[in-house]
């Protein structure tokens, strides 16, 4: 594996992982349409792993209060920190038992197909967009409903689907559920560190149990790839922070809508 290509798709995972347009179809079109050689489970470990830590250190004040929350739902003591704690509880099993689901029945092999990506990439694209603009109130995260948080964990197992993008598939429900873009767009990043988390771990123990002969990196480039992810990955999220509120999600359907348009003709010419 060249340097080229470890640089390149730690990039690559930085930049698309919080962007609602889909890390995952980034990830696995350069293999196929430049024929390059699969990155092997020691590279997604590192990239998953940096893109967690760009997570962790931007939104250190919602985690420690996710933590607190943690301790007073274990006190039965409901508030704030509390509430935002269960939710993120409740939106997680969804996407966790799905993503089980497919790698036990070696699912996931057969979604990576490119026309898939395309139609995903398009549909899932126009959905952000139109509820966006249909979107009738901007509640913050805190008037986020337990049914609400359920809702939001379903819309992100059908992340799984490459081509979907796991934070446009909840900034789009987020929005359908009358979440401000700050608001939806922060929920879905704190949403996820344990499916990120949960990521890195499967990739960890493809790792421990692959041959030798499977590996094609050493620790080192891994360790570039983790942190080329997290400077990556940590400038994308404070920038989108930053600007959704102001530019909104049309120019990300419109980048879908390219993207998804080039593959089609790429699929078929």
């Not at 990576?112 to 249909?134: E, Q």
Request: with cysteine; aromatic share 10%.
């Amino acid at each position: 594996m060249s340097w080229l290509q470890l640089i390149l798709l730690s990039l690559i995972q930085g930049l698309t992982e919080f962007l609602p347009i889909s890390s995952s179809a980034h990830l696995i079109l350069p293999a196929q349409i430049l024929g390059w050689p699969d990155q092997g489970p020691l590279i997604d470990v590192m990239a998953h792993f940096g893109s967690l830590f760009a997570v962790l250190l931007y939104f250190r004040k919602d985690v420690a209060s996710i933590l607190g929350g943690l301790v007073d739902l274990l006190q039965r003591k409901l508030n704030t920190n509390s509430a935002l704690a269960l939710n993120l509880i409740l939106s997680t099993p969804p996407a966790l038992l799905a993503g089980f689901l497919l790698a036990s029945q070696g699912w996931d092999d057969l979604l990576r197909s490119p026309l898939i990506i395309a139609f995903t990439t398009i549909v899932f694209g126009v959905l952000l967009w139109v509820s966006d603009v249909k979107a009738k109130s901007d509640k913050p995260v805190e008037a986020l409903t337990w049914g609400g948080a359920v809702t939001l964990g379903l819309a992100q197992s059908l992340a799984l689907i490459p081509g979907t993008s796991r934070s446009g598939i909840t900034m789009t429900a987020g929005r359908a559920l009358g979440l401000s873009r700050e608001a939806a767009a922060r929920f879905s990043m704190l949403m996820s560190l344990p499916i990120i988390g949960a990521g890195g771990l499967y990739a960890m123990l493809k790792l421990m149990s692959a041959d030798a002969t499977e590996q094609t990196a050493t620790l080192g480039s891994g360790l570039v790839v983790a942190l080329l992810s997290f400077m990556t990955a940590y400038a994308c999220i404070a920038l989108f922070m930053k600007w959704v509120g102001r530019i909104g999600f049309f120019p990300f359907m419109v980048y879908r809508l390219f993207l998804g348009a080039g593959l089609l003709i790429w699929i078929f010419a």
